[in-house]
């Protein structure tokens, strides 16, 4: 796989895009009689997004030479869909047209080259049996009681109750940490996941979420009391990536050890998290990425910083990061980490 390869890929993809989609989904009609009576308008729109998305991904990860992360990602969101009713057989004829029409247009080379990625689903992910397990059923970390009693509440939209629970056990059995640690994170990925298992709404996946934040910056007064160093920290999601609580717990947990601290939130524009380095002298960036179509642009932010000669450390994490142990290193980070634990004993080595 080489540049030029890459270039046409994209070329491709990204030229009549719309046209692409749409043959894709017409085709896959044509192979399955009776589905295009079944779908309203609503549902045709959702099936050219989804569409797009299996190509944003296979561009992403072709891109990055990871044809694993794209066997990840078509497990992922074959349990999604799944679990709306799309049948195991639509999904698999959906991606099995999406590399015939690939196939039948781009040139030989290009075509050798995505084989594998086509190959590598056909083995696992579009082949095998998948389970989305909850941390509730596996009982990992979700062993804590107060954990238990606040996904409860929240699940419950007891947005009272919720809070009471985080700030009644502040400084009586719980940190701050253990309470991001052990209560807020992992219920966090639970919610995630009933969400994934269409046992939640989005609009109570949402409500969750917010409720989970509201609570974060009723902690901040007692983040914010430890005396500072000097050290100075900006944390944000990528563009397009709306995904915050995460790197928001990384922030505090700086803000904790004493760091200046700059939060910037999610889908941040690369431009605009240049501006705020630069003009904050800052020591570390440290940024996530939830879905594998946000590394390319973490990646472009790492070389932007090093074309403007900006005195500045990378720390990435997320999702793509933990499935792949060399990814960070491969797009030109300066290190990676799993945790907000972690990230502290590696922020603090990477600018001392």
């Given at each position: 796989m080489g540049t030029e390869a890459i270039?046409?890929?994209?070329?491709?993809l990204v030229t009549g895009v719309e046209n692409l989609v749409t043959k894709i989904l017409d085709k896959t009609f044509n192979r399955l009689p009776g589905l295009k009576e079944k779908y309203e308008?609503?549902?045709?729109e959702k099936a050219l997004e989804d569409i797009n998305f299996h190509l944003d991904h296979l561009f992403t990860c072709y891109s990055l030479g990871k044809p694993k992360l794209f066997n990840e990602y078509v497990s992922w969101t074959r349990s999604l869909l799944e679990t709306r009713g799309i049948t195991y057989k639509e999904i698999k004829i959906t991606?099995?047209?999406?590399?015939?029409i690939l196939f039948s247009k781009l040139p030989e080379r290009v075509c050798l080259d995505i084989r594998e990625y086509f190959e590598i689903i056909e083995d696992n992910a579009l082949n095998k049996k998948i389970k989305v397990e909850t941390l509730l059923d596996s009982q990992t970390k979700l062993e804590d009681p107060l954990a238990v009693e606040y996904l409860d509440a929240l699940l419950n939209k007891s947005r009272k109750e919720a809070t009471e629970l985080i700030l009644n056990a502040l400084?009586?059995?719980?940190?701050?940490?253990?309470?991001?640690?052990?209560?807020i994170q992992p219920v966090q990925y639970e919610i995630g996941r009933l969400w994934?298992?269409?046992e939640l709404s989005v609009a109570k996946e949402h409500y969750c979420t917010a409720t989970t934040q509201m609570i974060i910056s009723n902690l901040?007064?007692?983040?914010?009391?430890?005396?500072?160093?000097?050290?100075?920290?900006?944390?944000?999601?990528?563009?397009?990536d709306l995904h915050e609580v995460g790197?928001?717990?990384?922030?505090?947990?700086?803000?904790m050890e004493g760091w200046n601290t700059y939060f910037l939130g999610a889908n941040t524009p690369i431009k605009s998290i240049i501006n705020e380095i630069k003009e904050k002298n800052v020591d570390l960036l440290a940024v996530s990425a939830t879905l594998i179509i946000y590394v390319e642009a973490i990646q472009d932010l790492i070389q932007t910083i090093k074309d403007e000669n900006i005195d500045v450390k990378v720390l990435v994490g997320g999702y793509p990061f933990n499935l792949d142990p060399n990814l960070w290193q491969e797009i030109g980070a300066d290190a990676f980490a799993p945790d907000p634990?972690?990230?502290?004993?590696?922020?603090?080595?990477?600018v001392n």
């Open positions: 270039n046409m890929l994209k070329q491709y308008k609503y549902e045709k991606f099995e047209t999406i590399k015939d400084n009586i059995e719980y940190t701050i940490k253990d309470l991001y640690l052990r209560v994934q298992l269409n901040y007064p007692f983040i914010f009391s430890t005396a500072k160093i000097d050290k100075t920290l900006i944390a944000t999601s990528i563009s397009k790197i928001r717990i990384v922030a505090d947990f700086f803000e634990e972690s990230a502290i004993s590696i922020g603090n080595n990477l």
